[in-house]
């Protein structure tokens, strides 16, 4: 080789030496980063980790952000670290840090709802670290709201091998599938879930309350002693045991022949400081339905005592002692005499709308009292509820509202004015031209109430129901009794009436009070009516050749037909795709209902499962192939029951509060619905009775109705058993109004 060809090879050589003696000083100074970084984690000087000089090189980068993020989790400072962090794991693409680190960026993720990026990384991080059950959960909870439930809840529990579900956290993410599965009224894939022995530690007992919850779902009495007995071998104490059984027969509306429920729960809170001691959530539960079972049955004293005892045993009791108090004394002191209500307002002119009371319709708009040199008087007397008013200025925009209960010696209420809320115009969508096909939805709110909706149309803040009353009819339904299953029972199949003894009146409360969400059958179930000799709505339609979705949320004393059927013309049936039971709020929703924000964990529950029941009902309404839809939010009902007392004190509320604020969430959604029916549809909102107090129903139930020749106006008071009739003819069915 030429002297000129060996210099030229050397060059070659050399070049990548010398690369490398010019990267070398960089990555000498990553390598001190990250033992400064993690040197300093490593030794507990966590501060010194969290300032440290994160190094430039990838690799190292990544090792030095998990040892920056491990001083931050000790100071409790996580938001020092994550985000760094997150952007790190999506320009990589591949890199993932521990389980725990990514658990952070998955509810980061969620927390800003990026629904779509938290489902991807929980899933692949539940792949790439299989024995992380935490990871499945977190997966669940992202994919659910973007896609079918059923879908990744079938996905999930595939994965979930049966050695996981031996482990302690293996036995908890069952039990959350198996109590999703229930809310999807799935009850017997809820049991399989939980299949086999469970694990040899605390979460056995909660395995077998869900498993008595199921076999309750089913209507399965015998099934649901059986797990009970399980649950005494695993180590419940029998105390528990009955406490169990009270709560579970109550909320699934079964009977037993131990006694009513009412008996059963009394014999629990005989012992409830014991149970209180060992558990106490179990006994809040068991007082949340003891109380205004009580209070139903005319034991009102007996009530106050265990609103008392609660009080005293759980430092809160699951029902309001004032409210139930005003009550006592207004049933003990009889009918009172008008009393002068005097209102005070700094306003040269306006009127005080206030609420007419006894003698006059529920629906019907308050009497206007002019405001004179800034006073308003009128007469009024002390009811089972208070009296509602709204101050509005000479332009008519509302500047105050809320409630008195007129006391004996009268009432002064002195209206602090706030800004001028201008009014509200409706939103409704314009209908699209009709198809020539006559499609129905009913709208059940369950719980709804007009006096409610009277003192919100006031506030000018219900527009798209404002809108339904002056293009359709409306009125007051007669419910009796006030339950929710006598009412669905008598939507779907009318029958003569009976009378009903106390006991059959409580047992008709069912899953409605405490909060409790209901347990519905599961909808592969074959259709079953309680009144087979009568024929009922979703049969009338289906031999008229007509498609039905039933999504009245059919569980325990609640038995009208299956849940989530949808039934085509050609008679074939599938089940209506739902795709969350619970969703949260997005963010544009938040702003727009305010007082959903900060709510604790149960109202927040509550709201969530709000939003996802009208999902399903909204997508129902848009599809244009089914002629009938009966369909029931039971979360206005749990909601109402949950908030009443609070929208019922007497005071200047000007519409604030969880309760108000449910109801301009319902108006809002009916816009949605509205707009998927054309001018050729019928839409029925309706409730199945109204609310006196958090422990009572009104069986005056609300009602609107539109639609092509609905002759708009007010509708007489009629019994609630009218509606079916309205509804055949409204389907062009044999039958008339």
């Not at 649950?231 to 528990?240: I, N, R």
């Not at 009296?387 to 007129?406: E, L």
């Amino acid at each position: 080789m030429s002297q000129r060809a060996r210099v030229g090879v050397l060059a070659l050589l050399g070049l990548p030496l010398l690369g490398l003696w010019w990267l070398l000083p960089g990555r000498l100074e990553d390598l001190r980063g990250l033992d400064e970084v993690c040197g300093a984690s490593a030794s507990g000087e966590w501060q010194s980790a969290l300032d440290g000089d994160l190094p430039m090189g990838e690799d190292l980068r990544h090792r030095a952000l998990v040892c920056r993020c491990e001083a931050a989790l000790e100071l409790g400072a996580p938001e020092r670290c994550v985000p760094e962090l997150d952007e790190a794991v999506t320009a990589s693409g591949k890199w993932l840090p521990p389980p725990n680190l990514v658990a952070l960026i998955v509810d980061r993720r969620m927390a800003s709802e990026d629904w779509a990026g938290a489902a991807s990384l929980a899933t692949r991080a539940s792949t790439a670290f299989p024995d992380q059950v935490g990871l499945l959960y977190l997966e669940v909870l992202a994919r659910v709201e973007n896609e079918p439930e059923r879908d990744v809840l079938d996905q999930v529990s595939g994965r979930l091998d049966e050695a996981a579900r031996r482990t302690p956290e293996g036995a908890t993410l069952a039990i959350v599938l198996a109590r999703r599965r229930l809310a999807l009224g799935d009850a017997d894939a809820a049991l399989d879930e939980l299949r086999g022995p469970p694990p040899e530690e605390r979460e056995a007992e909660l395995w077998f309350r869900v498993r008595a919850q199921a076999r309750a779902a089913m209507g399965d009495v015998a099934g649901l002693e059986l797990e009970l007995q399980e649950l005494a071998a695993a180590g419940a104490s029998s105390l528990a045991v009955d406490a169990v059984r009270a709560v579970v027969l109550d909320a699934a509306g079964l009977s037993s022949d131990r006694g009513t429920w009412i008996e059963l729960q009394r014999r629990v809170a005989s012992q409830a400081a014991t149970l209180v001691e060992t558990d106490p959530e179990l006994a809040r539960l068991l007082y949340g339905r003891l109380i205004p079972r009580l209070a139903m049955q005319g034991a009102r004293a007996e009530a106050l005592e265990r609103i008392a005892e609660a009080e005293e045993l759980l430092g809160s009791s699951p029902w309001s002692r004032q409210e139930l108090a005003t009550m006592l004394a207004a049933e003990q002191a009889g009918p009172s005499p008008p009393v002068p209500l005097l209102f005070h307002a700094d306003l040269p002119e306006g009127t005080v709308f206030v609420e007419r009371g006894s003698g006059h319709a529920v629906d019907v708009p308050f009497e206007p009292v002019r405001l004179v040199g800034g006073k308003a008087e009128v007469m009024r007397r002390a009811e089972a509820t208070p009296t509602r008013w709204v101050a509005v200025d000479a332009t008519g925009a509302v500047r105050g509202s809320g409630a008195v209960w007129p006391a004996l010696a009268g009432s002064r209420v002195e209206i602090v004015l706030g800004q001028r809320l201008p009014l509200t115009r409706a939103e409704i969508p314009a209908s699209r031209s009709g198809d020539g096909r006559s499609r129905v939805l009913v709208l059940v709110l369950d719980c709804a109430d007009w006096r409610i909706v009277r003192y919100l149309f006031h506030r000018q803040e219900l527009p798209v129901l404002a809108a339904l009353l002056k293009r359709g009819r409306h009125g007051v339904l007669w419910s009796e009794p006030a339950f929710t299953a006598s009412a669905m029972r008598t939507l779907v199949a009318p029958g003569p009436d009976r009378p009903m003894g106390v006991f059959e009146s409580l047992h008709e409360l069912g899953a409605e009070l405490a909060g409790l969400r209901a347990f519905p059958h599961n909808p592969l179930r074959p259709l079953a009516f309680l009144l087979p000799q009568e024929s009922d709505l979703f049969e009338l339609a289906q031999v008229a050749g007509l498609s039905t979705a039933n999504l009245l949320y059919s569980h325990g004393a609640i038995n009208v037909g299956v849940h989530g059927a949808l039934v085509r013309q050609d008679g074939s049936v599938e089940r209506v795709e739902v795709a969350a039971t619970t969703r949260r709020l997005t963010m544009s929703e938040r702003a727009r209902h305010p007082a959903f924000s900060g709510l604790p964990a149960l109202h927040d529950a509550l709201v969530a499962d709000l939003a996802a029941r009208f999902d399903t009902v909204a997508a129902v309404s848009a599809d244009q192939t089914v002629d009938l839809v009966l369909a029931r939010i039971e979360a206005t009902d749990l909601i109402t029951h949950a908030t009443y007392s609070d929208a019922a004190i007497g005071r200047q509320d000007d519409g604030h509060g969880v309760l108000f604020e449910t109801y301009r969430y319902v108006d809002s959604r009916l816009a949605e619905i509205a707009g998927n029916l054309d001018a050729d549809d019928h839409l029925i909102v309706m409730s199945d009775h109204g609310i006196t107090s958090a422990m009572r129903h009104d069986p005056r139930a609300l009602f609107v109705h539109t639609g092509p020749g609905v002759t708009p106006g007010n509708l007489p008071q009629r019994d609630l058993s009218a509606v079916p009739a309205m509804i055949i003819h409204a389907l062009g069915l044999s039958g008339s109004e």
